[in-house]
């Protein structure tokens, strides 16, 4: 799943474009194939977001720059969620098989299991993993404003 985080697409966060994370799925789909890449915003738990790429009523301008790119329709298509369904698919079949054998989720068998959880700047230990304080994601309270812009440039 390519990741709209700026930071994992520049090394300075300020210095993100929309073409980084078209750079970024291209340079993963020509090293491992058209049928293993797809799109994972990471919009619920990024702190600040790319130009252009501020939330789901961005996703056409940045399919059309992926077509602009070279992509092809099927490979657009993959990319775009019929990867995503193959694999869901296919672990909801997993599940199906694992439930009838009796095997019990990793959660439910993993003793002293250590959660984790990340502030925005530093991943520490989870002292709230069922969020009971209602702290969200990254443990702390959101802030109210600066995260995410109104619009996108299409």
């Not at 602009?68 to 298509?77: H, I, P, S």
């Not at 984790?116 to 109210?144: A, F, H, I, N, T």
Request: glycine fraction near 8%; hydrophobic fraction near 40%; proline fraction near 6%.
């Amino acid at each position: 799943m390519v990741t709209f985080v700026p930071e994992h697409v520049t090394a300075r966060r300020k210095n993100a474009k929309m073409e980084m994370v078209v750079d970024h799925l291209f340079y993963i789909a020509n090293r491992i194939g058209w049928d293993h890449v797809g799109l994972g915003s990471d919009f619920d738990g990024i702190a600040s977001v790319i130009p252009g790429l501020e939330d789901v009523k961005c996703y056409p301008a940045l399919l059309n720059a992926t077509l602009d790119r070279g992509a092809t329709e099927e490979q657009l298509a993959k990319v775009a969620g019929e990867n995503m369904i193959r694999v869901w698919t296919d672990v909801a079949r997993i599940r199906d098989v694992m439930k009838a054998e009796g095997v019990l989720p990793v959660e439910d068998v993993w003793e002293g299991r250590q959660w984790w959880r990340y502030d925005g700047y530093y991943q520490m230990p989870d002292p709230d993993p069922e969020d009971k304080l209602g702290l969200d994601w990254y443990g702390v309270p959101p802030p109210k404003d600066g995260l995410y812009h109104e619009t996108c440039d299409q």
